[in-house]
């Protein structure tokens, strides 16, 4: 059933390359079809759809294994819905050519947060580059950002392979995505440092971000409303199901790198945004404060935290898509994406105006809108677990994050009418249709967001310890539930404990 | 090792291959035409051969057969796309000395 | 002290109808506005009386006791594990809900005719119920997480009817700056429920007031920053300054969000954690001194205004600093009645002010006004009503809440904010009387030049061009609405201008009653002065200031030269008022200023040539190196031939000379 997810789009990817070069009609009811059934497949399906068969069995076991079930569901959910949206938005000079690389993309990371296997997670995590890559060279503006963004996530690919490796070698087995054993160990903060950089890229995380504005501003938007919503979340979604069962110790370890380096994100991205004059580079870099928060919240290893962190992957992914494809909507008509051009939107554009609005406020934290559900549940949690300061600094980007967006909102749709920008016509209802469902479930998650937490539960709690540093040989679960960081019980129950 | 079963002495057999792939590697070296140099590369595989079904035959063991017919194969398969090449380079140039296409330059 | 704010629980529709009412008609008036067009303001309406009317209904339940609760309380939903929320109504959120609707209602009546021109009238009561809404969620809520989103909601709806005319740039920027100086206090608030959470263990009012010595040692941050929220959303020092700013909204607009209630929420929020308060001694202090200085800053400032909403801005300030000092010193229900009559007479002046503003087509200066008592007698009266109120003339309501408050500070022990108390009331005295005598009494200045009066000409340029140019909606001005719309609320809340005093006579009257249970009860010593003589002060420093008033502005000499007398105060206002105490230029130096440096080293500097100047030294490196290795490449099939028989040639040497030295 779970390969269905991945090859479906994959091949229906590819042969939508079969139809002639300008065909839009066909491409895009094709990819918003392909999508509706990979949303809703898993959503009627149920929990278990799993495909397992052995990859390798030396010198470890590896499966080709993929499931749904787990904290991959809503992710996996939230996945289809931006690709239907996204599709659904295209509207471009080739426009099958998008839709196609859209579905690649799709099935690429299908694979990456169904896999159960950390080699599959691997291979996934290099293949679902390949699509926004070609995005980039067909559409952007530099070359250089292709590659930019080709490298430095395959770097951090590399390393990924590299501790996926040591990970096989040393624990016997890479198919161990949901389970959860404690590696302690001199290897074991170096094994996690491996994937944390090839996490801290993707996400991307301060200092190594700089491939992300260039790409988010470069990248045509639908497609980078998937890229900054759902693939960026592969780094975080690494942190939770690779990080937090197998190297809590480790994590514990580097926490204090990782903490500053996500409060330095958070300000930096908040301040750059502030001044920023490209509307898509303030949202990248609103991207960047915003996701400094869910790295603080896994390493700050608190339950509460954790939950939030779940919530903001799921309400960051659902305000980042929406506002690319509004800037997507006024780029195509304004032909410009500058604050200093643009102007005085909302008068002629009510409903665009609404749309933008309720994504910029989703994204500033409004209250009653998903953004505001992860922001408080997260520092409750971080505070909780003692750190006052990290919980004070993280609110000042809160505030600036009001001040930026209001601004990037303001700037575009308030204000006098502009007389030297040319065409503004409304959102069409496809158009309208392709941000609706963002904003709905923006909405329903600010509003009712218990449904999704129970997702988080579902992430596994390291239940024993491995000792990996002096043998290859894998062990079996030692002694009792390592407990000492405190933040190895994922149990909703225990929130208000 | 079962020199008895062969003819005449072993070194005569490794000194024929020898000197086939020196020849070999000499017409590659200081021949410029691509067809002469494809045949001097068959040349250097014939003498590999020769030493397969050689040694094959001192250690009566058949792998120095199947691998002599694994590299005729691959001869094969070497020249097929060597002379593919090198029609398709005359086409463009309308000349195949190969000090002269060196497109590959770094 | 346990318990005593948790209603009893219980299933209660009436307060659905309350609560989602408004709601109901924001969507519909937002949904169906271009059918509604003028019928949504009689649709909005109509909203928030049903919501009214349901509160009257509710008045039964929401005073109810059972044991040691009083009040109603309705679980709703677990809005996530642990964080359950409900709605709690009790004397404290029912006196809120009726001024929310029931001056909500006056107002949304008032707006009927105040936007009839307008071509987003729907849109405009769209927002204006959607407040109500957010309104009443704040206070509806029996948890800090649901008072929260109430908190930020009521936020969002002030943005967007500061912002109503958004195609005006400075409404635009008002709108900003209220947003954002809101969050300051969103996020106050939040960091209070993070020690909540951690240190209660809930987030439910009951269970948090139970055992307020459960947050120690965090008990007086809890507080404080509880009371940055309450600062920010309540205008107080030194987070003020986006009040006089958000007059940029329709004077409706002003009377509801920005007099009425919204910005006393922080009041609320206050008064509602009054548990918490009284078990801190050093955040009673705090409270009681920033809204005591409120009051004495906001009072002062109005003296330098010459813009009819600002001054009445500013009087708001001063007064929400007496209810902050009221309910700061321990004095709650006080400062909750300071907060009640307060509702009434500033929404009275409010909607005055704006029948005079529609009158004389969009103006806001005093100074060409003048003689507006015959061309609007309702005004006339019903300010004049509500300005006695303001200043404390004995008999009015404000005289009986604002005593309370006064003296109030004295018994809780605070003498000096006692006697700031006192001295604000003779400058509010002068300032509000200067307003109506300038604007109402002599000839009318309208027609003059405003160099004449002491406008600075390019000001008021600008400020025409800007009224001309922006207010398009109001181009047709000329097909008015009944005047009755407008003159009804306006004479139905100078009315209780007067009369709302009249249920706080004393330690026995309905007021003390209705609140009897809401609030600790503490033992205080005697005050060493009498509220006898509290009430005779008072009324010595509003006839002081009165009396100046008088003769500057109202003597028939003082009439008859009074552009002179304009002009000439124009010119020699201190600077330091004129320019509101430099506090708006030192945010900018100090916050705003440095932020956008930060944000340009940042984004022009230090990411582009420092952290991505790492990367490219990396890639350069590697150019670099691959710049070396290219020249082995030559292209000359010979040539690799050659080096592969080298390399060859070594391995056989190699081995050569290895099987010849074993």
Redesign the interface.
Known sequence: MALILILLPIVAGCALFLLPRTDRTISRVTGCAVAAITFLLPLIAGGGGTFAARWLSRPFTASLHWSWGGPAFWIVLLLALCTFCAVLATNMAQTRTMVALLLLLEGTMMGVFMARDILAFALFWDLMLIPPFFALVGWGEHRDTAWRYLI?NFSGGLLLLLSTAAFGVLYGSTDVIGTSHQLVGEWAPWIFAGFAVAFAVKTPL??V??WM?ATYSDTPPVMVSVVSSVQSKAGLFGFLVIGLPFFANAMGEWKWLFIVLSLISLL?GA??????TDAKRIVA?SSLSHLGLIVLAIFSQNPIAI?GAFIYIVAHALFSAALFLVLGYIEEREDTRSLVRLG?L??VNPKLAGAFTIAA?AA?G???LAG??G???I??GV??NGFFWP??IA?VP???A??YM??LL?DI?????RADIPERRDLTWIEGLAVAPLLAALVILGV???AV?SAAATVAAPTGSVQVSSTFRRHEALGAPTLALGGAEFR??R??? | MHESLLPVALVNYISLSLVIFLIG?AG???R?N?LV?LMSIELMWNAANLLFLTFARVWLNNAGHIFAFLVITVAAAEAAIGLAIVVVVFRARQNVD??E?????? | MSNHIMGVPGSYPILFVIWLVPLLGAVLCWAFGPQLKRFAGVLGSAAIGISFIAALVAWGIATQTSGAQTGAQQPL??????FDFGLLLDPLSLIWVFIITGVGFLIHLYSVGYMWNDNAVARFFAYLNFFVFAMLTLVLSDNF?GL??????VG?ASYFLI?FW??K?SA?AA??KA??IN??G??GI??A???I??KA??IRFADVFANPHALDPWLFWTCVFLFIGAAAKSAQLPLHTWLPDAMEGPTPVSALIHAATMVTAGVYLVARCAPLWSASQDAQTLVGTVGALTALAGALLGLAQWDIKRILAYSTMSQIGYMIMGVGVGAFSAGVAHFFTHAFFKACLFLGSGIIIHELADEQDIRLMGGMRKRTPVAFWAMGAAVLAIIGFPGFAGYFSKDQVIFGALEHGYVWMWAVGLLTAGITAYYMLRLFFVTFLGSYRGEMNPADVGIQTQVAASAATIAHE?HEPHAEDHAHAPAWIMAVPVAILGFFSFAAGYIMIGPGSPWAQFFDRSFPHETLPPATISEGVTTGLAVLMLVIGGAIAYQRYATRQALADAPARLKRESETLPAILVRLYYWDDLIELLVVRP??R???F???WF?PHF??G??REVVLTNRFLGTL??????????AY??II?FGAACFAVYYALEGALR
């Open positions: 430095y301060f200092p971000h700089t504005p930096y301040f750059i945004a502030l001044m920023q870099y939950q005085g909302g008068k406020l500033l409004l209250p009653g505001f559900v922001e408080i549940v520092l409750t505070f909780k919980a004070l609110l809160i505030v600036l009001s001040a209001l601004r303001q749709i308030n204000g006098p009418e009712y967001p218990h937490l909703t129950e929130l208000l404990k | 590697v590659v070296v200081l410029r691509p140099m190969v000090d296409v060196a497109i590959l330059k770094g | 939903f677990t809005w996530l594990q642990g997480v929260l989103v109430g908190w930020g909601l969002l912002g958004f195609f740039p635009v709108a900003r947003f954002v969050v300051v969103d996020v939040m960091f429920i993070f020690i959470v951690t263990g809930s922006t932020s956008q930060l944000g340009e940042f984004g022009r990411d952290v991505d790492v990367v290795v290219r020249s082995f490449q030559t292209g000359l099939l010979r031939a050659l028989v």
